[in-house]
């Protein structure tokens, strides 16, 4: 019988489990985007195309930084290494992962960072967490707080009418064509429309500035297609982006 | 001379009054100095009849006109969501006798008529009309839900209606219209009606006192009909020859359990003098027997209710409604129109009721008369619309009666007996027997019940046809094979991908839904 690889962490089973450094690139917890907290924006926005998707889980709109354009595509790994000058919290931590409701800490047991003798301990011979884990959790602790003032953002540019569905379509260069459908983004003619008093809101939030990075952040959907075209995926020839009003 | 409509006053609140009021309000804007004022008189004392809870879904486009959102009423209504009825027993009355009526229009309905090409490739596929066309029967059938989380407000994967709670349904359009859209709510029992010299009603008084004057009156007080029938003499048109229920029997259960499933559709099923309601909200079971009384007695029928409910209905004591099936004999008279059951009602079997206020409401609301003038024409539409509604409702309600092969009791019967079946139907099933419904046979620009729903009824009860024996074009073929290969790929996908109703209404409770 093969075994879930990722477990929620646990004292006995994950005794002598030993953590190396590096990101794990593994394909486990792979996938297309990773989710982001709000003070990771301004720095996401350099590498990667920021825009916001609906948690499958609540409906609620989450902040995101895009990798690729197909679900397990990550344009940036290139063999074991990421190449980006940021790379999302939540991918640092890994191989551990947040899972489950409520979030609890767990572990990719597959992940070529645990399988040797080397590295970090996460638990004491005796089963007590060790400084590395407790350093950890409080990484996860503010990872969480800055999804919350992710989420006070999304809901509050929800509230001013401003997120839009965001459509890309993409041409190959074989003349297949298909749709992402699911991410959706600020709309700068909403922005614009905000009476004054609105936008003053925004601004005394310290949001103003992540909704015109997050707005600037599309132009990395053409970086996109580069890195794609780069790799072994069906050419892309081209990419149209529409914003549903 | 021609008297501006400046103030609109509505006698009744109920479910009629409140859609009515709130409409009119959002449409017309009432909260502002320019708008045009609304006032509903209601009275503490006469309480609503509170059985129309299942809707269409021209409700969803009612709610968002009335600017309420749909996370607010689902958890102000104990709504839940509906996708079709299911109808039990109708046909042969044999345990495995069900058909579904989807809300969903049969895949391509734009483009194709499937009904032939569903006959005769019968023996190949051998599905039910309403799988072979579409998959929204599946998802009834599964207890799942016509949207996920993350579907926008409104928006469905399959198109869907509401069952609700009438009586907070009622409490939530009452609040909704007085604080965010300036309507005027006065509690009072209205004792006088005055009319000026020209028969218009000039205004009401109460019993506490108040003397309400206005340019536009609207009748939504119920059977009492104060105004159309009190004030004007209106005649009932009884219908109760062709559609026999005159009387149900209601009862509100509840669940086994909190978690128990909540159908997503309603279930009516069959019975020897009539059919049983049930439909599900998250909190309880809304069911009832509507039945003739010519056919049973009070007493057998509640034995029959007791009997479809089981242990849930112990100890309960059901509510006894009496149904006077017809309408007006004409709708809008001089400056005052009827809305709700002062206009009409009839048994509930394909919840024409709140759809009827929403259809009244769409043309008053949309329209509402500049001035008195325009009420001349505007309520010759009106009441050119509301009796062609009305006798096609009558007939597609029989439809579901004529179409049955049960034989076993007096009221099966008697509904096949050609002298209570309306002739414009005798005539279509005539036809139909050699071409399947399509639009030609409903030319009334805004149809309420249209070709498909007949589709899904004629061959969901097994209506014998010719089609069988016609020859196939390619086209047809085409279409046919095309359209249900879409229906299958669907019902495969969002078997997969949708949650339970019930699952889905706890998320919208806790986390509600996006706008976009």
Redesign the interface.
């Known amino acids: 019988m093969s075994r879930p690889a990722i477990v929620p962490l646990n004292s006995q089973r994950h005794r002598n489990v030993r953590l190396c450094d590096g990101i794990d690139v593994s394909t486990s917890l792979a996938a297309n985007h990773a989710w982001l907290g709000l003070d990771e924006v301004q720095l996401a926005v350099c590498d990667y195309p920021v825009a916001f998707l ?1 948690d ?6 989450v902040l995101m930084a895009l990798f690729g354009f197909d679900p397990q595509q990550n344009c940036f790994v290139h063999g074991n290494s990421w190449h980006a000058t940021f790379v999302p919290r939540s991918i640092l931590l890994r191989p551990l992962a947040l899972v489950g409701a409520p979030l609890t800490l767990a572990l990719d047991e597959a992940s070529p960072l645990v399988q040797g003798q080397s590295g970090k301990r996460l638990f004491d011979p005796a089963g007590l967490e060790t400084d590395f884990l407790t350093n950890i959790r409080a990484g996860v602790s503010t990872m969480l707080e800055t999804f919350q003032a992710a989420h006070r953002f999304a809901k509050a540019c ?1 509230a001013h ?1 401003l ?3 965001l459509l890309l379509d993409l041409t190959d260069i074989q003349g297949g064509s298909r749709r992402i459908e ?1 991410l ?1 983004q600020i709309s700068q003619t909403a922005l614009q429309e905000l009476a004054e008093a609105d936008v003053l809101a925004l601004h005394r939030d310290g949001f103003l500035q992540t909704i015109y990075a997050m707005i600037h952040s599309l132009g990395q959907i053409n970086r996109l297609q580069q890195l794609s075209n780069a790799t072994d995926h069906i050419g892309i020839k081209h990419v149209e982006m529409s914003l ?1 009003a | 001379m021609d008297k501006a409509v400046k103030h609109v006053v509505i006698v009744g609140g109920g479910s009629a009054g409140w859609i009515t009021a709130a409409r009119i309000a959002a449409k017309n804007n009432t909260g502002s100095a320019d708008g045009v004022a609304v006032t509903l008189i209601e009275s503490e004392t006469i309480g609503t009849i509170g059985v129309g809870e299942g809707t269409w879904p021209t409700m969803r486009n009612t709610l968002r006109k009335i600017g309420i959102t749909e996370t607010e009423f689902v958890r102000a209504c104990d709504a839940a969501f509906k996708q079709g009825a299911k109808f039990v027993q109708w046909t042969d009355g044999t345990p495995e006798d069900g058909y579904y009526h989807p809300l969903n229009p049969p895949q391509g309905a734009t483009q194709a008529n499937l009904s032939g090409y569903w006959e005769r490739s019968r023996q190949t596929h051998g599905l039910d009309f309403a799988d072979a066309v579409d998959f929204q029967a599946a998802l009834c059938e599964a207890g799942l839900a016509p949207k996920s989380i993350t579907s926008p407000e409104y928006a469905g994967i399959a198109n869907y209606a509401y069952h609700l709670d009438a009586v907070k349904f009622a409490n939530l359009l009452r609040d909704h219209s007085v604080s965010k859209l300036g309507v005027t709510h006065i509690i009072a029992d209205v004792t006088e009606i005055l009319q000026s010299e020209d028969g218009d009603i000039a205004s009401v008084k109460t019993k506490q006192g108040h003397h309400i004057e206005g340019d536009f009156f609207i009748d939504c007080s119920g059977f009492a009909a104060l105004m159309i029938e009190k004030v004007y003499g209106v005649p009932f048109i009884d219908c109760n020859d062709v559609l026999f229920n005159d009387h149900a029997l209601a009862l509100q259960v509840p669940y086994h359990t909190e978690e128990a499933p909540i159908a997503s559709h309603t279930i009516s099923t069959a019975q020897d003098a009539g059919w049983i309601w049930d439909i599900g909200l998250p909190t309880r079971r809304g069911t009832g027997y509507v039945y003739s009384s010519r056919h049973t007695t009070h007493d057998a029928a509640e034995t029959v209710l007791r009997r479809y409910l089981g242990s849930v209905s112990d100890g309960l004591t059901p509510r006894l409604i009496k149904i006077r099936s017809g309408h007006r004999q004409t709708f809008w008279v001089n400056n005052c129109v009827a809305i709700g059951l002062s206009n009409g009602f009839l048994e509930p079997l394909e919840a024409s009721a709140l759809m009827l206020i929403e259809t009244a409401v769409d043309m008053v609301a949309d329209r509402l008369p500049e001035n008195r003038s325009a009420m001349a024409i505007l309520s010759a539409q009106f009441n050119n619309a509301f009796t062609h509604h009305w006798a096609r409702i009558i007939e597609f309600l029989k439809l579901h009666y004529v179409l049955t092969k049960r034989t076993d009791t007096a009221f099966w019967r008697d509904n096949c007996d050609p002298a209570t079946i309306p002739q414009v139907l005798q005539d279509q099933l005539k036809l139909w027997r050699h071409h399947p419904p399509t639009a030609q046979d409903f030319p009334h620009h805004r149809e309420v019940f249209s070709w498909p729903s007949y589709q899904y009824v004629l061959h969901g009860m097994r209506f014998e046809t010719a089609l069988g024996q016609g020859r196939t074009t390619q086209e047809e073929t085409l279409n046919g094979t095309r359209f249900f290969a879409a229906a299958e790929a669907l019902r495969q996908k969002t078997l997969r991908e949708l949650p339970k109703n019930r699952d889905l209404l706890d998320k919208i409770k806790a986390f509600g839904l996006q706008t976009v």
């Open positions: 609906k499958a889980q609540t409906g609620q709109f929800s009418g997120i839009k569905p699911g959706y549903i």
